[in-house]
């Protein structure tokens, strides 16, 4: 069995196990190989990834509600405080990895237009993450570094893919985000949104075909869209592609 394959297959196993951070280790083998990835292996890399930085994701968002809940300087505030800046270095830590393979393994290798658009999609997500919870200098190179990687996507997923792709929208679908979460603007988000669901929805309309996966991420740009027009939000988070493990 060739070692690539090898590889794969251990990923594939751990996914089953659960072992998630086994999973990271098998893909960052296979990107460090070099090699222009398969659907397949691009999957696996993503997947393992996200289940890594989703949880502690959830874990920060769990620890600044609680936070926000105490007066400032009273002990338990404090306690917490010390415990979300572990939890910061921990994101820190796998966004930096997954940016730093991204950059010297997966985008000069990617040759297709699909793999183009996935890698400068993921490259822009780990910057949304790092921007949701770093300050000052920190919060803005993060954003502006967010905002270059999905704009380069877009421009390519424009000439490269159709309308109503998987990756093209769920490139809109995680860019809207940005624009709502990271960069305060419903407007710009709102645009975005309204524009890729008008245009995967005129090209499904004239297709014979099914878009079964593209479906879904119009499903959840429409409910964004919803949420972000509606004067009533209640504080709702907004849906990126984290329940699309293709995305």
């Excluded at 949304?128 to 993060?142: C, D, P």
């Excluded at 929208?169 to 990271?182: K, R």
């Amino acid at each position: 069995m060739k070692e690539r394959e090898k590889v794969v297959r251990l990923a594939k196993l751990a996914e089953q196990a659960e072992r998630y951070d086994d999973m990271v280790e098998f893909m960052k083998t296979l990107a460090r190989m070099d090699v222009d990835m398969s659907a397949e292996e691009r999957l696996l890399f993503s997947v393992g990834f996200k289940k890594t930085i989703g949880a502690k994701r959830a874990s920060w968002r769990i620890l600044e509600s609680l936070e926000q809940k105490v007066t400032a300087g009273e002990q338990p505030g404090v306690t917490i405080n010390g415990y979300k800046k572990k939890v910061e270095d921990e994101l820190r830590a796998v966004c930096n990895e997954v940016l730093s393979i991204i950059a010297i393994h997966c985008l000069p290798l990617a040759n297709s237009g699909e793999n183009v658009v996935f890698f400068y999609k993921m490259k822009g997500d780990y910057y949304r993450y790092l921007a949701e919870f770093s300050t000052g200098t920190e919060k803005k190179a993060a954003t502006d570094q967010s905002l270059m990687a999905y704009q380069h996507a877009m421009v390519v997923a424009s000439s490269e893919l159709s309308p109503a792709h998987q990756f093209r929208l769920g490139l809109a679908l995680n860019f809207s985000v940005f624009f709502y979460e990271i960069m305060n603007s419903p407007e710009r988000a709102s645009q975005v949104a309204k524009q890729a669901l008008d245009e995967a929805t005129a090209e499904i309309n004239s297709a014979v075909e099914g878009y079964k996966d593209s479906m879904l991420m119009m499903q959840l740009l429409k409910e964004n869209l919803a949420l972000w027009t509606s004067e009533l939000t209640g504080g709702e988070t907004s849906k990126d592609d984290d329940v699309v493990m293709e995305g």
